[in-house]
């Protein structure tokens, strides 16, 4: 009831097409929420769960399919005034977010009937949590940047503590959720010194602002930066912000580790190049210094703590810090190709990393504790196929020729050389050969001969319907980066050119 | 006027902080930290900001204090017995880096001009008597429309998660744990 002497608030138009794909994955967490209402005791919820989130993962697809119909031929523009920005970037990282989303659902069937975890909440929570990132994807405000933050980051909080009956599983909830609610709340600091600085939390306007305005004393301006980047580093697990890392990628159950390390870094280095590289791309004679320290730390730190590891999953872990680096290096360069290089980069990791987790958690068993270099003896004799799927991807992640990682580390270091970022391309070959010693660890546990005396027997390695497909698409996708990089990099490459300024 | 009440409150709001941080008795640090939250809405209110104010007392000075002394009760950590297991590395550390950061904000708010932007983006305030629901309301369901409706996700998190935790924790008691897992029988015979 509207009463005499106040006007009615003009509602801004609701453009649908902007926000499709993340209301095709929430409205499919809010069904599987209502059917595990409505038919609790049926034992087929689980698997009719699985199902419609697959199934609002395609929708979601078909939607990121229109927009970047659309983007394509009309460019890039901005919707719901101003807070989301329709372009080919987010489209390109929202692609990357929905294939590693599905293969995580995918890993995630079969590993919680093993665990008998079974529970229609945990696709809901992941739906949730993939919602969040595709709104960081096309987030074009800071303060939406914040929010999609926090709704992948508290999702990712109960995944993590999903498995309560492991300690390690609720201590690496407890441990991400504390040390995020910390960066969190540096994020917003950096937002709120931003804010007072330009007078927008808008990116675009911030831009606009900064081209407009020279600040005189941009002391503010340079705090809130550094917060930005604080907290965003948290989420990319780029050095020194890296320490949660190790133990939640080692306790969190392995399928969540895959959707973390793949579908957050994602999503967070698009709010990363969103805001340094976009928003700020005026100052980054100063931002750049502090990308080029976070990237040269994470390539060392991510490759040398991984090498005194014994337990593949925290290498694994330890080595996600120095993809990080990688990505970072791309970023620093602060152009076009760097973006791009970006890009792709972040899209072969996702599909790496799903596969090398996908394997972790196949030879851990039921328990999910077989994670240590011990346990992978002699396993290219019990299960050649799984053993050479597992070299595959750490070949790739290491960057050899004719995998998607050699292409993606390629691109970063000529994006670093284009600017004349020696070192740092140095830099990121080094950490590649400390890399590829790593993985060769793994790789030469696994074609040993199998330890008859120490090893006791576990129960026999199972691979369902769904971890299966899901191997075969990672497999399939990183040798397609690898043969003919070609077409992902025009995409990543028109990705970056409609970028929505 | 305006200085005395700026300083009392600021004052107020770092011994409250500070307060925090150094009680022994959980309760003590959560009623220095009202003190810092309520401080704090003053100073909202001296700034014609009444509705964050309000705001401000509600949901952080009292609902948040009471939850925090109602887990404080429950849990029975009021006996004062503090875990002092900080390493003295990191209380050094910590102190170092506290210092720098101070240092750091000192250094910026050298300038008398050390904040050059743009003033009053939202507009004005509007009268004093209406205080500003208005203007926030209006922001809110224009500009930030969406960032509004954003948050419905994150409660629908919220409460799906929280049930998630809750319950498996009281339903699953008995669940044998993952030691017991590994050794059941018929888990381990030879594939």
Redesign the interface.
Known sequence: MIGAGVTP????PVDWYA?APEIAL?AA??LI?VLRSVARHDPKVHQASMLIAIAGVAASALFTGVQWAFVHSNGPYQA?????AVDGFGVFVKSVILGATLLALLLSGGYLRREHLE?P??F??ML??A??MM?MASAN?L??IF??L??LS??L??LA??D????SSQEAGLKYFLLGSFSSAVFLYGIALVY?????TRLSGIAQ?LAKIV???????F?GLALLLVGLGFKVAAAPFHMWTPDVYQGAPTPVTAFMAAATKAAAFAAVLRIFVGAFRLYDVDWRPAVFGLAVLSLLVGSIAAVVQTDVKRMLAYQSISHAGYVLIGVQAATDKGTSAALFYVCTYAVMATGAFAIVMLVAR??D?RHELTDYRGLASARPVLAGLLTLFLLAQAGVPLTGGFVAKLSVFSAAIDVGQYWLALVGMLAAVIGAFVYLRIVLAMYAPPDDEAA?????IVVDAGTGVALTIAAGAIVFLGVVPGIVLDFAHAATQLLAR | MEAVVFFVCGAAVIIGALGVIAGRNPVHSALFLLLTLVSIAVLYLQQHAALVAAVQIVVYASAIVVLFLFVITLLGVDKGEAPDDAHPVQQVAAVVLGVLVLT??L??VH?N???????S?RGALGAADSGNVETL??SL???????FE??A??L???V??S???AR??GH?AD????EA??TEPG?????
Not at chain 1, 9 to 12: G, L, N, Q, R, S
């Open positions: 608030i003009a509602h801004a926000i929430f967490a809010i929420v719901m005034s101003g807070l989301v529970s909440e945990y809901a929570l949730c949590s919602t969040g709104l405000d303060i939406t929010l999609s926090e709704i508290i999702a909080y109960v503590a999903f309560r009956r492991r300690l007072g600085a330009t007078g927008t602002f600040l005189l004393h941009d002391g503010v301006l705090v039921r328990g504790d006791p027997e576990g129960p026999r | 750091g904000i250094v910026l300038g001009r050390w904040v050059t932007g743009a003033h983006t309301a209006k369901f224009t500009d930030f429309v969406w960032a954003m948050t996700v994150l629908v998190i919220a799906v998660g049930v998630v935790l498996r924790s699953r669940a044998p744990s993952a897992h590994a888990e381990r015979s030879p594939a």
